[in-house]
């Protein structure tokens, strides 16, 4: 079977390795790609959001199954480009991939359907957000409607710095279009869980749960990334909080998507936050998150390419879908600078690439792997427990080596000490 899978980050490289455990898949095309997931796929120089390059490459080349991994490819409509171009595909279409779209929508569906997020209001005109903030509790998060590549949630402690958020979205338009709205909501405090899940639209199996380190440095200190590192399970994430969760959550949120005329079909993800009055939505992705999903795949046990077309075909209650017992930590290694301005093009030597997933690298003319982004890798350990995979995870992030190298020193410690 020959596959196509969009992106080009540590999240893609994961899906590729893993898709790749089933023998049927004879031939992987990442497009984009990188330089280190040139070892497990044929990389095209197609960007993620160049849709029309897309469905031509996977019509002229046979391409047999598509997996859609990014937002904005899944937002912008790559999906229902591809089915309609006769290529089946796993992810949301547009109509679906809406619920990370746009946090104007996600708010409403949860409104509307009970489903427990933080309390909220929504806002169109500048003067309006401003008189509303001036009021409001405090600290207050600000959240700009669509994509900001992880960066439009600004939490302001004070008034002031309520106030420069909304001018920074909605006026400076720092985001661009994705500030024309503004969602502005209550501060929750609690452990964060990510959870991934399968759905078809009608049943929902959700995966391993995770935590995620969204801060540059230790003791989460310094600016936000898009993740440092991960682990799963999340201790956090008892088993009575997922029942819990998949009744007040999981099952009404794909319901009020069918409802709607919306079914997902994808990789839906939680973000959750367990407040002292139980588990709440942050935030839901249409996608497999990052670096989340360089921990989940490790511990799938059943066959992820099974998965993801029992999901298009709505036969995902019939499906096998199973995670191990373990537990995995992935320890992201970025150029010093991250998330701010940083230098690329150093040479990057792994010892041993067994649990390397490659994010921010590129081929050079003579084939040496260099650095190309701010998170260039994620060194991945699967173990019995945690504390073995986070030793082990360490034990191979020494295996790495590029000048001007950083990584946390503390991904797993607040999971341990839950
Ligand atoms: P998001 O991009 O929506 O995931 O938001 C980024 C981060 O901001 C989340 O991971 C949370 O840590 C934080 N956050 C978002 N919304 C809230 C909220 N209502 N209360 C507290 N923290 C929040
Ligand atoms: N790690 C958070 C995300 O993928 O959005």
């Known amino acids: 079977m020959k596959i196509m899978v969009i992106g080009g980050?540590?999240?893609?490289?994961?899906?590729i390795r893993t898709l790749k455990k089933n023998p049927k898949v004879t031939e992987v095309y990442a497009l984009p790609g990188n330089g280190g997931i040139a070892a497990d796929a044929v990389c095209v120089d197609i960007?993620?959001?160049?849709?029309?390059?897309?469905?031509?490459?996977?019509?002229?080349?046979?391409?047999?199954?598509?997996?859609?991994a990014p937002d904005d490819p899944l937002v912008l409509g790559a999906v229902d480009a591809l089915e309609a171009a006769g290529i089946p595909c796993f992810g949301p279409d547009k109509k679906a991939a809406i619920i990370e779209g746009s946090k104007v929508f996600s708010?409403?569906?949860?409104?509307?359907?009970?489903?427990?997020?933080?309390?909220?209001?929504?806002?169109?005109?500048?003067?309006?957000?401003?008189?509303?903030?001036?009021?409001?509790?405090?600290?207050?998060?600000?959240?700009?409607?669509?994509?900001?590549?992880?960066?439009?949630v600004i939490i302001a402690q004070t008034r002031q710095e309520a106030l420069a958020a909304v001018e920074t979205i909605m006026l400076d338009k720092k985001f661009g279009a994705s500030g024309d709205q503004v969602v502005i909501e209550e501060f929750l405090t609690g452990p964060e869980v990510s959870v991934l899940s399968f759905t078809d639209g009608k049943t929902v199996i959700p995966m391993v749960s995770s935590m995620d380190h969204k801060r540059a440095h230790d003791n989460d200190e310094g600016l936000n990334t898009?993740?440092?590192?991960?682990?799963?399970?999340?201790?956090?994430?008892?088993?009575?909080?997922?029942?819990?969760?998949?009744?007040?959550?999981?099952?009404?949120?794909?319901a009020a998507m069918a409802k709607e005329g919306r079914p997902f079909r994808g990789c839906l993800y939680f973000g959750l936050m367990l407040t002292p009055n139980g588990p709440k939505v942050i935030e839901y992705n249409c996608r497999f998150g990052d670096p989340e999903t360089q921990v989940v795949l490790p511990l799938m046990e059943s066959d992820l390419l099974t998965a993801m077309i029992a999901c298009r075909e709505g036969t995902l209650d019939r499906a096998d879908v199973r995670f191990s017992k373990g537990a995995a930590c992935c320890v992201v290694v970025a150029s010093e600078?991250?998330?701010?301005?940083?230098?690329?093009?150093?040479?990057?030597?792994?010892?041993?690439?067994?649990?390397v997933?490659?994010?921010?690298?590129?081929?050079?003319?003579?084939?040496?792997?260099l650095t190309n982004g701010g998170r260039v890798l994620g060194?991945?350990?699967?173990?019995?427990?945690?504390?073995?995979?986070?030793?082990?995870?360490?034990?191979?992030v020494e295996k790495v080596h590029f000048a001007n190298a950083f990584f946390r020193r503390d991904i797993g410690k607040r999971a341990l000490e839950a």
Do not use: W
């Not at 309006?128 to 959240?143: F, G």
């Not at 060194?379 to 191979?396: C, I, K, S």
């Open 357 to 369: 997933f490659v994010a921010g690298a590129k081929k050079s003319d003579d084939g040496r792997l």
């Open 107 to 152: 708010k409403g569906l949860m409104n509307k359907y009970n489903i427990p997020t933080a309390a909220s209001a929504v806002f169109s005109s500048v003067v309006s957000a401003m008189e509303y903030v001036k009021t409001a509790p405090l600290p207050l998060v600000v959240k700009a409607d669509g994509l900001a590549l992880g960066k439009g």
């Open 47 to 68: 960007g993620a959001k160049d849709i029309e390059a897309q469905v031509r490459f996977a019509v002229d080349n046979g391409v047999e199954f598509a997996v859609v």
């Open 9 to 15: 980050g540590g999240r893609e490289h994961a899906i």
């Open 379 to 396: 060194v991945t350990a699967t173990a019995d427990d945690l504390p073995a995979a986070v030793r082990r995870a360490y034990e191979n």
């Open 226 to 254: 898009g993740g440092m590192g991960a682990v799963a399970p999340n201790p956090y994430y008892t088993d009575e909080i997922a029942a819990r969760c998949m009744e007040e959550i999981f099952k009404p949120t794909v």
């Open 337 to 355: 600078g991250y998330p701010e301005s940083y230098e690329k093009g150093y040479e990057i030597t792994i010892d041993d690439d067994a649990g």
